[in-house]
């Protein structure tokens, strides 16, 4: 069975420091790669997503997430956080049998003023 | 952006009675999901349903759970009877096809007492 693991469930980093969350999928071939955000009392929000071709996809806010075959990851990175980036990070995949999006544990990221 | 709307934030119903929550997914959308998360915690699968069918559904989706869309209304999860184990906040999500983002509305907290 396909899973998602996110071994940091808490990460803190000074603001306009890099930040790297890790995500680890679990699956014979290539799943669809996502990451979410979710602010307190809110839903979750798609920040990218990869499906194929270039492994560095782009997303809102200068998130960035580079898919690896080789180490079945798909980390999500940011060059400068601020600290309104202080929520908890999901990451998700999904089979390409039309299954729904299956979500890691979560990694609350706190930004220090 | 498209917003998915959960109708109520709140409830708190007696243990063994029964709950329906209800989801106004976006309006072109076909594939139609509901998790749950407890504390702020792991984003649980519960089941996803398509064409007025569940596609799949999880371990977490006991007998006692429910899900419908008559008529194109609200996506509905019902439980009855409720247990205490069933406080959580219930997320109801759609998407327009499978494997696309998908789209999160801000939870139902249901509470059993």
């Known amino acids: 069975a396909q899973s998602v693991t996110q071994p940091d469930a808490r990460v803190t980093v000074s603001e306009g420091a890099s930040l790297q969350l890790r995500c680890k999928y679990s699956?014979?071939?290539?799943?669809?790669l996502f990451w979410y955000v979710q602010y307190p009392r809110q839903g979750l929000q798609l920040l990218l997503k990869y499906y194929s071709g270039d492994p560095v996809v782009q997303g809102v806010n200068s998130f960035e997430a580079e898919f690896s075959k080789s180490n079945s990851s798909f980390h999500l990175q940011k060059a400068s956080v601020h600290w309104s980036d202080s929520a908890v990070y999901f990451c998700?995949?999904?089979?390409?049998?039309?299954?729904?999006?299956?979500f890691g544990a979560g990694t609350k990221l706190s930004v220090k003023p | 952006g498209p917003k998915v709307l959960q109708i109520p934030s709140h409830q708190i119903i007696d243990m063994g009675q029964m709950v329906t929550l209800n989801c106004d997914p976006v309006?072109?959308?076909?594939?139609f999901y509901w998790y749950k998360q407890i504390l702020g915690q792991q984003m649980e699968f519960l089941v996803n349903f398509y064409n007025g069918k569940v596609m799949e559904k999880s371990k977490l989706f006991k007998d006692q759970f429910s899900v419908e869309r008559p008529d194109g209304s609200y996506f509905t999860l019902k439980i009855q009877p409720t247990a205490l184990e069933d406080s959580a906040v219930y997320f109801c999500a759609s998407s327009s096809q499978a494997n696309t983002e998908v789209f999160f509305g801000k939870g139902t907290r249901l509470t059993v007492v």
């Open positions: 699956y014979s071939a290539t799943p669809y």
């Open positions: 309006s072109n959308h076909l594939y």
């Open positions: 998700a995949l999904t089979l390409n049998n039309n299954n729904a999006p299956r």
